[in-house]
T-cell receptor, first 110, second 113 residues
Framework: RKEVEQDPGPFNVPEGATVAFNCTYSNSASQSFFWYRQDCRKEPKLLMSVYSSGNEDGRFTAQLNRASQYISLLIRDSKLSDSATYLCVVNVGGSYIPTFGRGTSLIVHP | EAGVTQFPSHSVIEKGQTVTLRCDPISGHDNLYWYRRVMGKEIKFLLHFVKESKQDESGMPNNRFLAERTGGTYSTLKVQPAELEDSGVYFC???????????FGQGTRLTVV
């Protein structure tokens, strides 16, 4: 079983739609959780950290469920510019090595 | 402040040749990571430095790969001799001690022909 699993998609949605991505992780000792965004042929960039209580940043909401070992990302009112690959990243155990999921591709169309 | 920089941005080499990739982390970041993304696969961890020490190199594919971080500043990743399956994008990332956000370089796209 992979350490971090994501549905690769693609998720193809119209502008204005709400879309949600899930990510599961296998190591219960995982400490920190992040969503990164990667545009085509670019480096991953931090979108938001994920806190136990859940957190929101504008149209983006991240949730963590430690009991079920998954994190989620909700994007409301999708924009064309949201089209990208969204990477679930988990810092595993005490070594704090960021471990990546395969990424979920989002395509927002007019 | 400069971000993580990697050089070169692209490299095309023949099978059997040697290539050296360089990463300059953000100043003051003691953690330095190397990753590789092969087409269609996830970004995979290669190794982790804390300052000049290798903390974890469990992701290094084989002994054709050698990473160094002399002086705890920039790092190099040498592939010798390169094989076709080494093609991919090599990312470097850095962070401060404490497991906070990792900042990524723009990557080196390596093509072995």
């Amino acid at each position: 079983r992979k350490e971090v699993e994501q549905d690769p998609g693609p998720f193809n949605v119209p502008e204005g739609a709400t879309v949600a991505f899930n990510c599961t992780y296998s190591n219960s000792a995982s400490q920190s959780f992040f969503w990164y965004r990667q545009d085509c042929r670019k480096e991953p960039k931090l979108l938001m950290s994920v806190y136990s209580s859940g957190n929101e940043d504008g149209r983006f909401t991240a949730q963590l469920n430690r009991a079920s070992q998954y994190i989620s990302l909700l994007i409301r009112d999708s924009k064309l510019s949201d089209s990208a690959t969204y990477l679930c990243v988990v810092n595993v155990g005490g070594s704090y090595i960021p471990t990546f999921g395969r990424g979920t591709s989002l395509i927002v169309h007019p | 402040e400069a971000g993580v920089t990697q050089f070169p941005s692209h490299s095309v080499i023949e099978k059997g040749q040697t290539v050296t990739l360089r990463c300059d982390p953000i100043s003051g970041h003691d953690n330095l990571y190397w990753y590789r993304r092969v087409m269609g696969k996830e970004i995979k961890f290669l190794l982790h430095f804390v300052k000049e020490s290798k903390q974890d190199e469990s992701g290094m594919p084989n002994n054709r790969f050698l990473a160094e971080r002399t002086g705890g500043t920039y790092s190099t990743l040498k592939v010798q001799p390169a094989e076709l399956e080494d093609s991919g994008v090599y990312f470097c990332a850095s962070s401060v001690i404490g497991g906070t956000e990792a900042f990524f370089g723009q990557g080196t796209r390596l093509t072995v022909v």
